[in-house]
């Protein structure tokens, strides 16, 4: 399960990875579309961990996922 937004309905929705329809992997995110229950298609970022970004202060990191 995972937490997106709706933006059909105006509010976090929990999801199941089933509603996944496309994970796209760019430079320094994750682009992830989904579809919600509602039927609206959405999408979100989320930092791409990466080796660099592991090695960082771990407030770093937390910093940038509540930026997403
Ligand atoms: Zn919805």
């Known amino acids: 399960m995972f937490a997106a937004r709706c933006d ?3 509010t976090r929705v ?3 990875e089933r509603r996944i329809t496309e994970v796209r992997v760019e430079r320094h995110h994750i ?10 298609e959405g999408s979100f ?6 080796a660099s970004n ?5 407030h770093d990191v937390f910093g940038r996922r509540q930026l997403a």
């Open 8 to 10: 059909h309905e105006g």
């Open 31 to 40: 682009v992830v579309r989904f579809v919600c229950w509602c039927g609206y």
């Open 14 to 16: 929990l999801l199941t």
């Open 45 to 50: 970022r989320e930092p791409r961990l990466s």
């Open 54 to 58: 592991l090695a960082g202060p771990p």
